[in-house]
């Protein structure tokens, strides 16, 4: 018995002694944390009309959420909000929501779709009666070839001001029209068979275009002489109403120089769908190419067979590499189904701006309050040469946010292309043929599109889906 109280007594004194020494040891309170720097983004997204699909609003909605899950991850002092305005895809309301999300919801940035919409917005930025800040812009359905050019003219010296864009303020996650002209301009010659032999004297294209598509109609005669060296010209047409569109056929397939040999539509989605839909219905038999609008999912269940046989250009659903596979993988997981085409542009757009927001918000290691002139410059920095790779997933934006906090270059490899931008905030995707079988999109061909190459010839596939990564390496 002595013993067993001996052994008790020597385990009660070293208890005693144990005891204290963890009170001493245990940690004191933290300080509690700072709260997390919000950064609001702001996306400008039809959300009602024909022309859209909900896909868009939901791809940036994964882009936010992939991004926010990453920043708590590694514990960066950032979070983010989406404020959406609702466009319409009129350019009135557009500017409306773009005033308020800037005036009122404070937003830092600016997410925009069509090239209508996306003037009036980068217009604020160059608008001297303007007294609200200016923010960068990502667009990812604008593609106007007036956009960069500082050669373009208008008599609206803020429209002027807004597609020439000197104080580079648009990002575009797109196609310049000019691109998609030489593409549909060589489909167009070759449906209307004028490299055969036998083909007539003179080659007459008709385009039907609505008012945001007029710089690819007005890019399509001028790339014409560069692709047919015979007699050739072209017919325009433009949509007077949306509810005209059906009479207005009779004066496109009966113009002032004939009936043309092939027809192109180039409009939003709305606007070419009815297009479809009523030039089916008239039983004209002229063959059609259709611009990158036409190509969704759900146009195509809601014209039903007419759209069979139909060919057009567009650009790919997501990159044809693992970053685009990612952005797929993911998008199905959240929403269970495939997304339509620039939904992808839509994610990137949104993540880019967030990406830049994480670069630019680590001054010496600490996150800081953003300006839009602080994301515009942080823009220039998610592109580095010699910068990490970084994919779009949770992952990889957890690595973007260690690596920004070291102050180490990344390289966003995006969902809709992984080149990244030119110094005038150019992309150069390439772009696809395509054509409705059986009531579904099916991809024929593909073309490089680049400055190097304005002409767009086409290439195997494995090659374009390349040539932008190619490019923004020289660049």
């Not at 699909?53 to 791809?59: H, Q």
């Not at 050669?151 to 000197?166: F, H, M």
């Not at 007459?204 to 609505?210: K, M, Q, R």
Request: include cysteine; charged fraction near 20%; glycine fraction near 8%.
């Amino acid at each position: 018995m002595a013993s067993v109280f001996t052994r008790l007594g020597k385990t009660t004194v070293l208890l005693g002694l144990i005891v204290p020494a963890l009170a001493f040891a245990a940690p004191r309170h933290k300080k509690p944390e700072a709260p997390p720097v919000v950064v609001r983004i702001g996306a400008l997204v039809d959300q009602s009309s024909s022309s859209t699909s909900p896909d868009f609003k939901d791809a940036v909605a994964l882009a936010a959420t992939q991004m926010n899950k990453a920043m708590a991850r590694a514990h960066a002092p950032l979070r983010f909000e989406i404020v959406y305005g609702d466009t319409k895809s009129d350019p009135a309301q557009t500017l409306t929501e773009a005033k308020r999300l800037l005036g009122q919801e404070h937003v830092q940035a600016l997410v925009s779709d069509a090239s209508i919409d996306t003037v009036k917005v980068n217009g604020l930025n160059y608008d001297p009666a303007s007294t609200l800040p200016k923010v960068p812009v990502t667009c990812f359905q604008c593609s106007s070839s007036f956009f960069h050019d500082p050669t373009v003219t208008d008599p609206d010296p803020v429209v002027q001001a807004a597609e020439r864009d000197a104080g580079h303020w648009l990002f575009r996650v797109f196609y310049n029209a000019r691109f998609e002209a030489a593409v549909i301009t060589r489909l167009a010659i070759e449906k209307a068979g004028a490299n055969k032999a036998g083909f007539g004297s003179r080659l007459l294209i008709g385009v039907f275009a609505d008012a945001g598509h007029r710089s690819i109609a007005e890019a399509i005669p001028k790339v014409l002489p560069e692709l047919y060296k015979g007699p050739a010209k072209v017919d325009l047409h433009y949509v007077t109403t949306t509810a005209n569109i059906g009479p207005d056929w009779s004066s496109v397939v009966n113009g002032p120089e004939g009936t043309p040999n092939v027809l192109v539509v180039a409009m939003l989605p709305g606007h070419s769908t009815e297009a479809i839909r009523t030039y089916r219905a008239a039983g004209y038999k002229l063959p059609i190419v259709s611009n990158n609008s036409f190509r969704r999912d759900y146009i195509l269940k809601q014209i039903g067979p007419g759209a069979n046989g139909l060919e057009g250009s567009s650009v790919l659903t997501a990159d044809r590499s693992r970053n685009g596979a990612d952005f797929m993988r993911a998008f199905h997981v959240a929403y269970h189904h495939r997304p339509e085409v620039t939904a992808s542009g839509a994610y990137d757009s949104a993540a880019t701006l967030m990406l830049a927001a994480v670069v630019a918000s680590h001054g010496g290691g600490g996150a800081k309050a953003l300006t839009g002139a602080d994301i515009r410059q942080g823009l220039s920095g998610i592109d580095a040469s010699d910068g990490r790779t970084i994919m779009p997933t949770i992952a990889g934006f957890t690595l973007a946010a260690k690596l920004a906090r070291a102050g180490r270059p990344i390289a966003y490899h995006g969902a809709y292309i992984a080149g990244g931008w030119d110094a005038n905030g150019e992309m150069y995707p390439p772009l696809v043929r395509w054509v409705v079988e059986h009531g579904r999109f099916v991809e024929r061909e593909m073309y490089a599109c680049t400055p190097a190459q304005p002409l767009c010839p086409p290439v195997p596939m494995h090659k374009a889906a390349r040539h932008a990564k190619t490019h923004a390496a020289a660049k």
